[in-house]
């Protein structure tokens, strides 16, 4: 597989310029962007990417999820049928891969049968990406809330995994780091990925997570063996032997 970045922008007007640097650095299949801030009348385009996104219009935007997927690999768009602040692709990188952009707001209440529904429309393989806005010790928190423990219970309920290693938020006024974003896939495609960070924050105060090849994701043809060349008169007498 070639690099996903997700990234909670906090406004894509004003960071195209770090969408741009995020794209020329890592060239990703897709990019999935949450806290787009950004109305349904406005039209944003990143050349050599096609987009599908779903806005949130409460009289000042909010919130809000674009996934951004490249022209040099056939995609579908799926059409989701949730309340979640959710998009997803189908993209062919070598495979079929489903890739889905979610934001879950702090304060709104997400019920098990919200994430239910929208896990069983993502056809397997299938990434995960985006804001969750859950704590957990499981990912590196110090404590666990709520949205935590509801995470937790998602990804043991669908056996699937996290690929989180490190710490994605930085928290201004505290100048702490938490793990609010996180990378979760079907386990087939947990030993082909690994996972890091975008060292700037580029802006906003959550860094980028970089899903990319794992180092032993190249796997080697299995060897050819040619039997009509073989001797099988001293295999013969060789095995007799044994």
């Not at 906003?204 to 080697?220: E, G």
Request: contains cysteine; aromatic residues 10%; neutral net charge.
């Amino acid at each position: 597989m070639v690099p996903l970045v997700s990234w909670n922008c906090r406004g894509i007007r004003t960071k195209l310029v770090d969408v741009k640097a995020l794209v020329n650095s890592f060239h990703p299949v897709c990019v999935a962007l949450q806290e787009t801030f950004l109305k349904p009348n406005a039209h944003l385009k990143l050349r050599g990417y096609n987009c599908v996104r779903k806005d949130i219009d409460t009289g000042i935007a909010s919130g809000g999820v674009r996934l951004l997927t490249s022209n040099h690999y056939p995609s579908t768009t799926l059409n989701l049928h949730t309340s979640l602040q959710a998009v997803a692709v189908q993209v062919h990188i070598k495979t079929l891969v489903t890739v889905c952009c979610i934001y879950l707001p702090p304060n709104d209440a997400i019920s098990r049968n919200d994430l239910n529904i929208l896990v069983d429309q993502l056809p397997a393989p299938f990434v995960l990406l985006g804001d969750f806005n859950g704590h957990s010790t499981l990912w590196g928190s110090e404590s666990t809330n709520s949205r935590g423990r509801q995470m937790e219970q998602f990804i043991s309920d669908y056996y699937l995994c996290l690929l989180n290693n490190d710490k994605t938020y930085f928290h201004e006024p505290t100048r702490a780091f938490h793990t609010l974003d996180l990378a979760i896939c079907s386990p087939e495609l947990l030993p082909f990925l690994k996972f890091s960070l975008e060292g700037d924050l580029h802006n906003s105060d959550h860094f980028a997570l970089i899903i990319s090849p794992a180092d032993n994701s190249v796997t080697q043809s299995p060897p050819t063996y040619f039997f009509q060349r073989a001797d099988w008169a001293v295999f013969a007498r060789l095995a007799l032997k044994q």
